[in-house]
């Protein structure tokens, strides 16, 4: 049984269509990313999700049962938010506690502080249950936001952006932590992100959200090597994929339609300059650290990985061959044409 299901979920706020017929399926324990950018209805599918919004059309069920008009307290699905959203005046045991003390859990005094000190074990958090919430790091509160969703145990876990306010090695650190805790409790997570770091090491599954639609849903893998669309192309890698305008090409060379090429710039082949059917390209550009080689083809810039230094000068002429097994063609509109 799917824990999570979305049946061409629309949901419009006046003339904005937000979230446009979506459909996805989520299995129980599974870890999934929407990864899209600003405005592409990524919080508005989780609040949908979450009861905060009602859909226009469309039906949500959680774990087989129809929760479409369900209260979000009766929804058993934890939400966290960007922004640490912690009770100030309480303490960090306050914190986890508050949502084990409503009147509807009936639970003992010993079982509410048990349930916490086992979440702020996890969490790494035990030394600083008597801190006042406003007397932690950023990185802690965070910590303590996914701990009060966590003393919960919700079936789902919605979570909008939460590591991109920390700085960057803190950002790692709790990604990590992330991994771990969703190994250990096998919870089910809906992870909304524009980080394409986070959304390959965390997902099972990503989903690719651009002007309300799902255009792609794959594991990292197959989202990287296989993009359903120009953009869903773009989305991933670091650095990105080229994208090659047709004209540089022998037009008889590449399917009818075709307007982009593109290629990741690890599939390029680097050689010594004048070899059979490769071009002779200049080099604009060398990084030794990062392998980059960033070349010029007839004024467009083709960015290549080399595994291993090598000194390329600028000004410099190498031979690359671009595979035509790694290439990828794409129409004006971005829909992809299969090789
Ligand atoms: N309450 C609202 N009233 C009107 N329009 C809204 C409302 N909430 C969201 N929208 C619009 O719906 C669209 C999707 O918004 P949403 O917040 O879901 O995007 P997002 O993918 O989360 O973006 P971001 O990455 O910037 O957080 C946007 O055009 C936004 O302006
Ligand atoms: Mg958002």
Redesign the pocket.
């Known amino acids: 049984m799917s824990e999570i299901r979305l049946q061409h979920v629309t949901k419009r706020?006046?003339d904005?269509v937000?979230?446009d017929k979506v459909s996805i399926d989520v299995k129980e324990g599974e870890f999934v990313v929407l990864l899209?950018?600003?405005?592409?209805?990524?919080?508005?599918?989780l609040r949908l999700i979450a009861g905060l919004e009602r859909p226009d059309e469309g039906e949500i069920f959680i774990d087989g049962e129809a929760a479409t008009h369900t209260h979000p307290a009766d929804r058993d699905v934890a939400f966290i938010f960007q922004q640490y959203s912690l009770y100030p005046h309480l303490t960090v045991f306050g914190n986890l506690a508050f949502p084990l003390r409503s009147p509807r859990r009936r639970l003992s005094e010993a079982q509410v502080s048990a349930r916490v000190q086992e979440v702020a074990q996890m969490l790494h958090m035990e030394s600083k249950l008597g801190n006042m919430a406003t007397h932690l790091s950023g990185g802690e509160m965070q910590r303590v936001a996914i701990g009060r969703a966590l003393v919960r145990q919700p079936k789902v876990f919605l979570m909008?952006?939460p590591l991109s306010s920390l700085d960057a090695k803190l950002r790692e650190e709790l990604r990590i932590e992330l991994k771990r805790l969703h190994r250990t409790i096998g919870a089910t997570i809906i992870y909304?992100t524009?980080d394409q770091v986070e959304a390959t090491t965390l997902a099972d599954r990503i989903g690719i959200?651009e002007h309300?639609r799902i255009v792609q849903m794959g594991t990292p893998r197959e989202v990287y090597g296989n993009p359903a669309s120009l953009s869903a192309a773009q989305r991933l890698g670091s650095p990105p994929i080229n994208l090659l305008p047709a004209a540089l090409f022998d037009s008889t060379a590449l399917p009818e339609g075709t307007s982009t090429v593109a290629i990741r710039p690890e599939d390029i082949v680097l050689h010594a300059p004048d070899a059979h059917d490769g071009l002779n390209l200049r080099v604009l550009e060398y990084s030794p650290l990062r392998h980059l080689l960033i070349l010029d083809r007839e004024g467009t810039a083709i960015v290549a990985t080399t595994m291993t230094e090598r000194n390329f000068a600028p000004g410099q002429t190498v031979g690359a061959s671009l595979p035509p097994r790694s290439l990828l063609y794409f129409r004006s509109d971005g829909r992809r044409i299969p090789a």
Do not use: C, M, N, R
Not at 36 to 45: L, N, Q
């Open positions: 706020f006046g904005i937000a979230v899209g950018p600003s405005g592409a209805g990524k919080t508005t599918t909008d952006e909304v524009h959200l309300g």
